[in-house]
């Protein structure tokens, strides 16, 4: 069992930047891919970025990259998301969620966390 607990989300101007953080526990974090996914209403969820156990490896959906970084940091049970260059478009709930490969599906995923919610003004 992988319990989840997002933080770091908020309201922040178009241009700015955010870092998320994801905190985890539970004896398989580090052996397991994270993922980062967001919600914004009326829309469904989608993919964003994950990372696999190692941090070998990281895929980004097209309309976050070389914007948005995501790392993780085994030691800490942490995995974290650095949002640079907001857009209003980014305004969503951001989910963070893991799984046992490094997967673009949310239904792949087996644990997640509450949501944190981030807001971008214009």
């Known amino acids: 069992q992988v319990q989840l607990v997002e933080s770091g989300g908020g309201l922040v101007q178009a241009g700015g930047s955010l870092r998320l953080s994801c905190a985890a526990s539970?004896?398989?974090?580090?052996?397991?891919?994270m993922g980062w996914f967001r919600q914004a209403p009326g829309k469904e969820r989608e993919f964003v970025v994950a990372?696999?156990?190692?941090?070998?490896?990281?895929y980004y959906a097209d309309s976050v990259k070389g914007r948005f970084t995501i790392s993780r940091d085994n030691a800490k049970n942490t995995v974290y998301l650095q949002m640079n260059s907001l857009k209003p478009e980014d305004t969503a709930v951001y989910y963070c969620?893991?799984?046992?490969?490094?997967?673009?599906?949310?239904?792949?995923?087996?644990?997640w966390g509450q949501g944190t919610q981030v807001t971008v003004s214009s």
């Open positions: 990372i696999s156990w190692s941090g070998g490896s990281e």
């Open positions: 969620a893991a799984a046992s490969g490094v997967y673009r599906d949310p239904r792949l995923y087996d644990y």
């Open positions: 539970g004896r398989t974090f580090g052996s397991g891919a």
